[in-house]
């Protein structure tokens, strides 16, 4: 069964401090993974998309590495501000369908503190 | 930014009345899709369209309806709201590019409360 799993499912942290949230996925056949920020009553926005080729990419304060053998991926998060506060979110795609299937992860609820 | 809207963005109704989400993006992409999330909870694909006159259900069962008349319009209709119909509401788009991975936009949501 396709799943992806994120941990911890809630993290606070202080201000200017950095934070590592996990994903381990079993979907399969994997096409890419993309970590998403979802703001309190919004829809997602997309930080990252990584093939399976590729095994870091950075979006400003957020890098996401995946290792695609172990099938587990992270973002870390430096430097934290109060705006980073939000749900993260990863989301496999397998390529065995022609719609190309999203998988979703529940997400790592992130608290920023002052 | 994304240009994709949701309409409305809350919304509460009684059991039994018929409601219609909005969703309308202008970014021309050919493939839609609404999602239903509940607090805490993953994404659900609901409904699918890959263009004009396309729709297909997703992986969660839903007793709503979608049209796809135009590109840029992916309307999603209850025709008899229950309380278990209560949830968010999103709605995504994405257009394909060939053999590289493409991107889902995705709209602020509607938060449906049914009483």
């Known amino acids: 069964k396709n799943q992806v799993e994120q941990s911890p499912q809630s993290l606070i942290i202080l201000e200017g401090k950095n934070c590592t949230l996990q994903?381990?996925?079993?979907?399969?056949?994997?096409?890419?993974l993309r970590w998403y920020k979802q703001d309190t009553g919004r829809g997602p926005v997309s930080l990252t998309i990584?093939?399976?080729?590729?095994n870091t990419k950075s979006n400003g304060r957020y890098t996401a590495t995946l290792d695609a053998d172990t099938k587990q991926s992270s973002l870390h998060i430096t430097a934290s501000q109060l705006s980073d506060s939000a749900s993260y979110i990863c989301?496999?795609?397998?390529?065995?369908?022609?719609?190309?299937?999203?998988?979703f992860g529940r997400g790592t609820q992130l608290t920023v503190w002052p | 930014e994304a240009d994709i809207y949701q309409t409305p963005r809350y919304l509460v109704i009684g059991t039994g009345k018929k409601i219609t989400l909005e969703c309308s993006q202008t970014?021309?992409?050919?493939?839609m899709y609404w999602y239903q999330q509940d607090p805490g909870m993953e994404l659900h694909l609901i409904h699918y369209?890959?263009?004009?006159?396309?729709?297909e259900k997703g992986d969660l069962s839903s007793e709503s309806t979608v049209s796809r008349i135009r590109t840029e319009h992916f309307p999603l209709t209850l025709e008899s709201a229950r309380p278990s119909h209560t949830s968010q509401y999103l709605c995504?788009?994405?257009?394909?590019?060939?053999?590289?991975?493409?991107?889902?936009?995705f709209g602020p949501g509607t938060r449906l409360t049914v009483t």
């Open positions: 995504a788009s994405s257009v394909s590019k060939g053999q590289g991975p493409y991107e889902q936009y």
């Open positions: 994903c381990n996925y079993t979907v399969s056949p994997f096409s890419n």
């Open positions: 990584m093939t399976f080729s590729e």
């Open positions: 989301v496999v795609t397998d390529r065995g369908s022609t719609l190309g299937r999203l998988y």
């Open positions: 970014m021309g992409h050919d493939k």
């Open positions: 369209s890959y263009g004009v006159n396309s729709t």
